[in-house]
């Protein structure tokens, strides 16, 4: 007998059955009058309803999605100085919070964006393979693609920080996966740990040059202050029909 199957006949047994009165009966005669209330009987009872079982009772099918994922070396360290060449050389501007305001109290950071054009398709591609793949095994979201472009971000110490967000964005389009690059090598800068909130602890994922972190954006997370040189990041969103 299975765990669940001996918890369920536990609860049998605790099932309070009560006989139909019938006609006649002694409990039809006496309803108007008071009664006293019985001892609790130590006999086991038999339930009249059959109780089924915990993996059927609720029967939506159940469907399992991952809290994170990541692709371990998806960039080369020249693949990533050269996406921080390109990033660098577009408009590069203060970020902005949910709202479009600059609150350096909350976002601490610059940014610039990357279309898709001649220097930087090869970017989109490879993104799209990665996003491809970890969606297909992990997430299994129904995705359009990057309405938004790509955020280059560059985090400077003392202070260069993002407090703890989700990326659900406000009147825009549904943003179903958050996407991380991190671009710089980890001997380039202190502090600038991506983390991801599931409880209390943060889950903290490696700052690997190449390494790419995938996460629902309805994740919590923040980017702690960089202490010491910069970091830079690739930040993209991957839009979808709304989640249903
Ligand atoms: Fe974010």
Redesign the pocket.
Known sequence: MSKNAKTSSTQDSQVDVKKPATKGSKSTAAKNKPVAKAKPSTKKLTPTVKIVQPSTVWPFQLDHVEDWAYFQGAFTPDECRKIIEIGNARIVDDSRIRGNDVAPNIRDSKNSWIMPCDDSHWIFRRVTDVIMDLNSKFFKFDLFGFIEGFQFTRYDAPGGK?DQ?I?RGLNTWTRKL?FTLQLSDPKDYVGGDLELYYGKEPTVPTKEQGFVVVFPSYVM?RVTPVTKGTRYSL?AWITGPSFK
């Open positions: 993002y967000h990326d958050s997370h930040v």
